[in-house]
């Protein structure tokens, strides 16, 4: 099957080629049972600590064989999985992060074999260098998230969900860019229309909201969060089209972000990221009441020293 264009929105047949191209690169990730009726899915537990390499995967696995090398622009976990993916196929990777970049996900990103380059601290920043250098070097630009291939990668995601959660009321997934809500919204709204989609942004970067509201793409001023991996200020293009599908969109704080990291570590023994653990915030404080509910834990690369600091009670 050849590959859905950039500018099109995959479709399920997509999706399920997409799950089978992308086996040997990742994990089929387990659905762990929480509070009451709440099952977490562990993408924390991807060989690169988060579902981006399924992404990263679809879109390196279709294009390895006529590219010189690739370089892409990130927070941090999507360059670990174009890194990692990279360097199973041995295809030279340059990736492009802030100068705010955690320190573990910037030397998982080397451990892994790219190069890597900071700049600024937006996305717009990182993406410009990154496409500029692009040009220079003959490389591959691979997007983060508004991306065919990158979108259906990440739905296989939703394919799981499908075929662990019987009886599953709504899912709630965090959303920066948009790339996994986009997929698990094309797969479970095609494989179970009457299934409930929740979006989960930090509260102070509303960016599908805002747009939702607006009707149309629009971009919301940079402000900081917890949640690095969910910094973006804008929605892509096809992922705005994509979540369509979604039900509502929900904004949660730092508090709580706080709090639901402090809990997944203390009462499970889990380790998450503050972008993984915006859905579990989202549960907790009542932003979704609905149940039962499948919270996608999308990221575990958690910074040691705010794990410590969270811990002892520390604000930041």
């Known amino acids: 099957m050849s590959a ?8 399920i047949e997509d999706i399920r080629a997409a799950a089978a191209r992308i086996a040997p690169d990742i994990r089929r990730t387990p659905l762990h049972p929480a509070d009451g009726d709440v099952w977490l899915k ?4 991807q060989p690169t600590g988060s579902f981006k390499v399924r992404g990263a995967a679809n879109h390196l696995r279709q294009v390895a064989a006529t590219v010189r090398g690739v370089i892409t622009a990130s927070s941090g976990n999507h360059g670990q999985a174009v890194a990692y993916v990279a360097g ?8 492009v992060v802030p100068e705010t970049v955690t320190p573990i996900k910037a030397a998982r990103i080397q451990g892994f074999g790219a190069e890597l380059i900071r700049c600024g601290t937006t996305m717009p920043e990182r993406t410009e260098l990154a496409k500029r250098l692009a040009a ?7 997007p983060s998230f508004d ?3 990158i979108i259906a990668g990440q739905a296989t995601c939703g394919l799981e969900i499908d075929q662990q959660a019987d009886g599953v009321a709504v899912v709630v997934a965090p959303t920066g860019g948009g790339g996994l809500l986009s997929g698990i919204t094309l797969a479970l709204k095609t494989l179970r229309p009457g299934i409930r989609i929740v979006g989960v942004e930090p509260k102070a970067l509303r960016r599908f909201a805002v747009s939702r509201a607006a009707g149309t793409r629009t971009m919301v001023p940079f402000a900081d969060t917890i949640a690095d991996g969910l910094r973006g200020q804008q929605p892509g293009i096809l992922t705005l089209a994509a979540t369509a599908g979604v039900d509502e969109f929900v904004g949660v704080d730092d508090e709580a972000i ?3 990291i402090r809990k997944l570590y203390l009462d499970a023994n889990l380790v998450v990221e503050p972008s993984g653990a915006i859905t579990m915030a989202a549960l907790m ?5 609905q149940r039962p509910a499948v919270a996608v834990i999308s990221g575990g690369n958690l910074d040691p020293r705010l794990l410590a600091a969270l811990l002892l009670g520390a604000t930041r």
């Open 4 to 11: 859905p264009l950039a500018g099109t929105l995959p479709t």
């Open 42 to 45: 562990l993408e924390s537990l």
């Open 88 to 95: 199973r196929l041995r295809v030279p990777a340059v990736v």
């Open 136 to 142: 220079e070097r003959g490389l591959h630009f691979i």
């Open 147 to 149: 991306d065919a291939m």
């Open 258 to 260: 706080g709090e639901a």
């Open 285 to 289: 404080s009542g932003a979704v009441p």
